[in-house]
């Protein structure tokens, strides 16, 4: 038994401490779970992909106002 936990221990913990208590215990998973688990994964990835694209736009649009912003407020500027 170890003495000390690894760093990827901890990060496993934190993502789902069953699955960890399940595997320190050398408890067996069954297809179905390992098949359950991999379309759990890919349905992750694909909404982290999803917002990843959605935040992008979002910076763009804020970038976009904030360039239209500043050059009104220079064109005011200039114009006094």
């Known amino acids: 038994m170890k003495k000390y936990p690894s760093a990827s221990d901890i990060a496993q913990t934190s993502n789902c401490p069953h699955s960890f ?14 098949r359950a688990r991999k379309i759990g994964i890919k ?3 694909r909404l982290n992909r999803s917002v990843k694209k959605k935040t992008t736009k979002i910076h763009k649009v804020r970038l976009l106002i ?4 500043i050059v009104c407020f ?6 006094r």
């Open 21 to 34: 208590y399940l595997q320190y215990n050398k408890y067996t998973i069954s297809q179905y779970s390992k």
């Open 43 to 45: 349905g992750h990835e």
């Open 66 to 69: 904030m360039a239209t912003i």
């Open 74 to 79: 220079v064109i005011w500027f200039n114009m």
